[in-house]
């Protein structure tokens, strides 16, 4: 079994920054993907940014030039650095693992949340 812990949320003025952080912990033998969601009230959840093992990362349109997703593979542990906050970015943010446990079992485990909420 694997976990992935988060933190960093919290509460912002529109222009302020926050990072957040999700640790994965339990039986992983490579993390493959490693990826940050939100959900916004009444919407969907969507991808935010992702990054491999490799450092190629992935962006939405509109968090690209303000959000920086970082990862420390040692660590088993994903950042994500956002800068100039809007209140369109408030919702709950959800980290994401894509890793293998074996050779053979590959899965993708959740975090439970973690809100972030921009406003003055």
């Known amino acids: 079994q694997v976990q992935l812990v988060e933190s960093g949320g919290g509460l912002v003025q529109p222009g302020g920054s926050l990072r957040l952080s999700c640790a994965a912990s339990g039986s992983i033998l490579n993390i493959y993907v490693m990826g940050w969601y939100r959900q916004a009230p009444g919407k969907q959840r969507e991808l935010v940014a992702a990054?491999?093992?490799?450092?190629?990362?992935n962006y939405a349109d509109n968090v690209k030039g303000r959000f920086t997703i970082s990862r420390d593979n040692a660590k088993n542990t994903v950042y994500l650095r956002m800068n100039s906050l809007k209140p369109e970015d408030t919702g709950v943010y959800y980290c994401?693992?894509?890793?293998?446990?074996?050779?053979?079992?590959?899965?993708?485990?959740w975090g439970q949340g973690t809100q972030v909420t921009v406003s003055s």
């Open positions: 990054i491999t093992s490799g450092g190629s990362t």
């Open positions: 994401n693992a894509d890793l293998y446990e074996t050779l053979s079992s590959r899965r993708t485990y």
